[in-house]
């Protein structure tokens, strides 16, 4: 595929975001996304050519700001090295419909993936939850299939309308964001909301989830903006911790 990466190295803007978007990936793996090289999150560049995308044949603990090529909306690629995932339509046709997105991430974490199987919708049982109090968590179920076309992905898109995240049927999670940050954190809660309703039905237990005005309120009160910013330096806090832990117990 292409060659050419002087924009890629000589953007210090590009790159900034790059190594913020390399650690999302390896926070995602941390907090439960990980399934073998699949998963991949993109950014939508700021020259408007098209978006930066992970390389394939990585795992997403393996990332770092060099491993990303740039494509334009058809899918060529333009700038970088390595292999285009087969999923990109689901990155560029939901930046297409979405234009105040910046950040588009697929992965497959095990919980939302088991839920997406299910019929059920997610609801506000935990704080994780009321992250998706606006628009829900609406379900793509038009395959089973991973997003391959453009079509596809366009479909994808209207399923997700305004919201933060989609479900797709058996098969995995698509999560959005204005920058890095909500991106990540869509993708974070989503997986947190559904280990928790899954736990919830498996425990027989009654239940019922809040009235919509007041998780509405809730949303508004527990993620103003400081309040994202400090789960987002707490989620990289934990990421450093653990990856110098790491180095130290290979270096010994």
């Known amino acids: 595929m292409a060659s050419s990466d002087t924009l890629y190295s000589q953007d210090e803007s590009i790159a900034n975001v790059l190594h913020e978007l390399a650690r999302a990936h390896r926070i995602l793996e941390m907090e439960g996304h990980g399934d073998m090289s699949m998963g991949h999150l993109s950014y939508r560049d700021p020259h408007g050519r098209g978006l930066w995308l992970k390389q394939g044949n990585l795992g997403l603990e393996e990332v770092t700001g060099r491993d990303f090529i740039l494509i334009d909306f058809d899918g060529n ?5 390595g292999l285009r995932h087969l999923e990109w339509p689901l990155h560029t046709e939901i930046m ?3 234009p105040e997105v910046n950040v588009v991430g697929h992965s497959h974490p095990f919980h939302s993936t088991v839920f997406s199987a299910t019929t059920a919708e997610i609801a506000p049982y935990v704080n994780h939850a009321v992250w998706f109090a606006d628009h829900g ?19 994808v898109a209207q399923t997700l309308g305004e919201a933060e995240a989609v479900l797709l049927a058996n098969h995995g999670v698509a999560f959005v964001g204005r920058n890095v940050k909500e991106a990540a954190l869509s993708g974070i809660f989503l997986e947190k909301a559904a280990k928790a309703q899954l736990a919830l039905a498996a425990s027989g237990l009654a239940h019922d989830p809040p009235g919509a005005a007041e998780t509405i309120e809730k949303h508004r009160v527990i993620y103003p903006e400081r309040a994202r910013s400090n789960y987002w330096m707490y989620f990289n806090r934990k990421l450093s911790a653990l990856e110098e832990r790491e180095a130290r117990e290979f270096r010994d």
């Open 96 to 98: 297409l419909a979405r």
């Open 77 to 81: 690629v333009l700038e970088g090295q």
């Open 137 to 155: 968590v609406p379900r793509f179920t038009e395959t089973s299939h991973i997003i391959t076309t453009q079509p596809l992905g366009a479909s």
